[in-house]
T-cell receptor
Framework: DAKTTQPPSMDCAEGRAANLPCNHS???????VYWYRQIHSQGPQYIIH???NNETNEMASLIITEDRKSSTLILPHATLRDTAVYYC????????????FGGGTRLMVKP | EPEVTQTPSHQVTQMGQEVILRCVPI?????FYWYRQILGQKVEFLVS????????KSEIFDDQFSVERPDGSNFTLKIRSTKLEDSAMYFC????????????FGQGTRLTVV
């Protein structure tokens, strides 16, 4: 799986949009971008994934650049409960494939 | 909403003892996984399981580890002779069919080896 690079930490004001960047310059054509988050020491939680088009669901939006070398996860109105470590993972789209977690970005949402 | 259930939430064991961590994956899921997270470190893949056999395992998953799906619902991780360095959070996860790749994780079992 391609390697990803994320800032170790970010702050965001409550109610504002949180934009979490991820670089994956070595991504290959059959690899998708996945985002998970881990709140405190709970199990990781799936957020969203995409290949090349922008994606949106009830939790977040995923913006992937045209060259697919980077992406941004957007939480449109961050709340205190969104404080977590966010992981950007690049992997082949196959249910049997494992997830390789990096260090992620620790997002702190502040009142 | 369906969820992956893990028991116990916390297990304390003496070094050298055997432990079994239990997981109930989501009922219609086909792929099962164990991950671990040592305190303050990354989440690490241990093993994946499909069609009643191991499909992939990491270097961490040595002969001290084994997995089993003893019935239609449970998925277990056994550590035969625990070491201090096995202390970690252990997460079970499951995914559905081939193209539905969202992994659902349990809340974890905190294993403390003393």
């Amino acid at each position: 799986d391609a390697k990803t690079t994320q800032p170790p930490s970010m702050d965001c004001a409550e109610g504002r949009a949180a934009n979490l960047p991820c670089n994956h310059s070595t991504i290959s054509g059959n690899e998708y971008v996945y985002w998970y988050r881990q709140i405190h020491s709970q199990g990781p939680q799936y957020i969203i994934h995409g290949l090349k088009n922008n994606e949106t669901n009830e939790m977040a939006s995923l913006i992937i650049t045209e060259d697919r070398k980077s992406s941004t996860l957007i939480l449109p109105h961050a709340t205190l409960r969104d404080t977590a470590v966010y992981y950007c993972i690049v992997r082949v789209h196959n249910a049997g494939n494992m997830l390789t977690f990096g260090g992620g970005t620790r997002l702190m949402v502040k009142p | 909403e369906p969820e992956v259930t893990q028991t116990p939430s916390h297990q304390v064991t003496q070094m050298g003892q055997e432990v079994i961590l239990r997981c109930v994956p989501i009922s219609n899921h086909l792929y099962f996984y164990w991950y671990r997270q040592i305190l303050g470190q990354k989440v690490e893949f241990l093993v994946s399981f499909y069609n009643n056999e191991i499909s992939e395992k990491s270097e961490i998953f040595d002969d001290q580890f084994s997995v089993e799906r003893p019935d239609g619902s449970n998925f277990t991780l056994k550590i035969r002779s625990t070491k201090l360095e096995d202390s970690a959070m252990y997460f079970c996860a499951s995914t559905a069919e081939h193209m539905n790749t969202e992994a659902f994780f349990g809340q974890g079992t905190r294993l403390t080896v003393v």
